[in-house]
């Protein structure tokens, strides 16, 4: 019978070391795809390092692995409850990607209000008899960053030997926005064919403000639509985040039980799916 008892813990030791062992190789994975993940958003083409923003991938890996397990291990003492640390985990493994689009985004946005002063004090220089080159100098030194920083590198990239027009497609793919390249394209088609650049600038100039005020004009028509969008969202995990409090014993199936997984997981669905579909019907194109 002890022989019997032995070899079945024995049996079971081994399943256990199997089983921890596998789980270790899947964090082991996990952590190693994270960790090129990160790598990768700091340093390939529309990383970080495109946004001139000097930060080490490697102190990333490491802070996004500590609140990987700091944070959920405190929500799980706080509250016991999974659901809720598995989402703070879901949450914490994807906020570096959030956040190198959040931060790209706005860098575009910043880089499309300044554009078209930057063209006209381009125009300007060139109208007083300054080269193009002469003129972006004085306008990098005038202008704020992110567009001194990207015209600065443009000029840094001629000045080691690069042609114009292969620093302005490098600027181009560090900046594939609309307005932007309707710029590019008109620089290069006015050095093709000739014709006044200073004029087409200006052109240009007064184009982009009309276009950015009739984008202003539609944020505000529309900024009632996203709040509301934004409120109906967030009004059922508010409600539901009461009543938890409020009623625990009654809520406690709907974060215990599968029928309850399952329901939250239909909520999220839609929760998402109703979001995107607001925003899609109060975003409009210029």
Aim: glycine share 6%; with cysteine; aromatic share 8%.
């Amino acid at each position: 019978m002890f022989d019997n008892l032995d070899a079945l813990l024995a049996i079971l030791a081994f399943i256990g070391i199997v089983i921890f062992w596998s789980i270790l190789q899947v964090i082991r994975d996990l952590l190693a795809k994270q960790k090129q993940t990160i790598a990768r958003q700091a340093e390939e083409e529309g990383g970080l390092r495109d946004m001139f923003i000097a930060v080490d991938p490697q102190k990333l890996f490491y802070y996004n692995v500590a609140a990987l397990f700091i944070v959920p291990a405190l929500l799980w003492g706080m509250t016991g409850n999974l659901v809720l640390v598995v989402g703070a985990a879901i949450v914490i493994i994807i906020l570096p990607k959030l956040s190198v689009n959040w931060l790209k985004k706005r860098r575009f946005t910043q880089f499309e209000r300044q554009l078209p002063d930057a063209l006209l004090m381009v125009s300007g220089a060139m109208r007083a008899g300054a080269s193009l080159t002469v003129a972006m100098e004085s306008m990098v030194k005038e202008q704020r960053p992110p567009l001194s920083q990207e015209f600065d590198l443009l000029l840094r990239e001629q000045r080691v030997g690069v042609d114009f027009d292969t620093a302005l497609k490098n600027m181009e793919k560090r900046l594939p926005i609309q307005d932007f390249i309707m710029v590019v394209s008109g620089m290069r088609i006015s050095r093709e064919v000739g014709g006044n650049l200073a004029d087409i600038l200006e052109t240009l100039a007064d184009t982009l403000r009309l276009k950015h005020q009739m984008e202003g004009k539609i944020k505000a028509l529309t900024a009632q639509g996203k709040m509301q969008g934004l409120v109906m969202t967030c009004l059922p995990l508010f409600l539901m985040f009461v009543l938890t409090h409020m009623e625990p014993e009654a809520m406690a199936p709907l974060y215990n039980t599968f029928v309850g997984w399952a329901t939250l997981a239909v909520i999220a669905v839609m929760e998402v799916v109703g979001y995107m579909a607001i925003q899609k019907i109060v975003s409009i194109d210029v």
